[in-house]
């Protein structure tokens, strides 16, 4: 079954600073990847998602991901980081034959002022 | 467009009492998925509806944990009885085909607290 792992539990960054938020995958082909972002008390909003084709997604905030086959990530990134990023995030692929979606264990951002 | 709703959004009650969530998804969408997220961790699937028939529950612990969509819309999840252990945010979601092909919408979730 596929799965993803995320290294990083927390991450502390300064409001302005790149920030790049690690997820490794095992799947043997072309996985499809996910990002989430969960704002506290909010549901999980989907950031961007990797189906084929380029290996560098854009997504919504201005988050991007990069796709990685020979190292097998999918890393969120982001140039310049906002107090409203502070959230917790998620990467996840699909599971149940496609039909619903397996998460890691998240990592929390922390912006500072 | 109204999203995923749950209610409650927070709900505390002793062990060994009964608790039910409810979920209203978005108006069209035929699958629907309750997750269950403990503190710190990511959210784990307990049962995926594709219309009124649940497709996979494999997750959903039996003996004291139901759910139902009727009518393929609206649907609920019961606990009976709560135990310490189920303290958790209880996850709502749905989408229109599956996640690969359309986007996954979540609600707000249920915070449950087991006391």
């Known amino acids: 079954a596929q799965s993803v792992t995320q290294p990083d539990i927390h991450i502390t960054v300064s409001e302005g600073a790149s920030l790049e938020l690690r997820c490794n995958y095992s799947?043997?082909?072309?996985?499809?990847l996910f990002w989430y972002v969960q704002s506290p008390g909010q549901g999980l909003q989907l950031l961007l998602k990797y189906f084929s084709g380029d290996t560098l997604v854009q997504g919504i905030k201005g988050f991007e991901a990069e796709f990685k086959r020979s190292q097998s990530s999918f890393n969120l990134r982001k140039p310049s980081v906002h107090w409203s990023d502070a959230a917790e995030y998620f990467c996840a692929v699909p599971s149940g034959s496609a039909r619903q979606l397996t998460f890691g264990s998240g990592t929390q951002l922390t912006v500072l002022p | 467009e109204a999203g995923v709703v749950q209610s409650p959004r927070y709900k505390i009650i002793e062990k060994k009492q009964p608790v039910a969530f409810w979920c209203n998804p978005i108006s069209g969408h035929n699958t629907l998925y309750w997750y269950r997220q403990n503190l710190g961790q990511g959210p784990e699937l307990l049962i995926r509806?594709?219309?009124?028939?649940?497709?996979?529950d494999s997750q959903l612990p039996k003996d004291r944990f139901s759910a139902e969509r009727l009518k393929g819309v609206d649907s609920t999840l019961k606990i009976q009885p709560a135990e310490l252990g189920d303290s958790a945010v209880y996850l709502c979601?749905?989408?229109?085909?599956?996640?690969?092909?359309?986007?996954?919408?979540f609600g707000q979730g249920t915070r449950l607290t087991v006391v």
């Open positions: 979601a749905s989408s229109l085909d599956g996640v690969k092909n359309t986007e996954a919408f």
């Open positions: 509806y594709e219309n009124e028939e649940a497709v996979d």
């Open positions: 799947y043997g082909a072309t996985p499809y």
